[in-house]
């Protein structure tokens, strides 16, 4: 049973940093992605890795954000910086199984950006 845990949301000043962290378990996992669902908006992408460590960004985090991944540990990160209001979200870990290639989402974790 696949499992996921993330950790690491809060309130931050603009400005400021976070990370976020998603601990998957129960399976191997290839792909792995942060989504983000600002208030009354649809959920969006904002970065993906590959297994092998390749990653992509929306362009409104690039250059700010940054997502990492600890294979022996099946987690995967989402470092922070340079936030902004915008920013304002929950944001959600999904990984994708890597023999029967089902999606899996996260909990959810808030990420509020204000002064």
């Known amino acids: 049973q696949v499992q996921l845990v993330e950790s690491g949301g809060g309130l931050v000043q603009p400005g400021g940093s976070l990370r976020l962290s998603c601990a998957a378990s129960?399976?191997?996992?290839?792909?792995m992605a942060w989504y983000r669902q600002p208030p009354g908006k649809e959920r969006e992408l904002v970065a993906t890795i590959s297994r092998s460590g390749s990653t992509n960004a929306a362009d409104s985090v690039k250059g700010r954000f940054s997502i990492s991944r600890d294979n022996a540990k099946n987690t995967v990160y989402l470092q922070m910086n340079s936030l902004k209001p915008e920013d304002t979200a929950v944001y959600y870990c999904n990984v994708k199984t890597y023999y029967s290639g089902h999606n899996y989402w996260g909990q959810g974790t808030q990420v509020t950006v204000s002064s």
């Open positions: 129960g399976s191997t996992f290839s792909a």
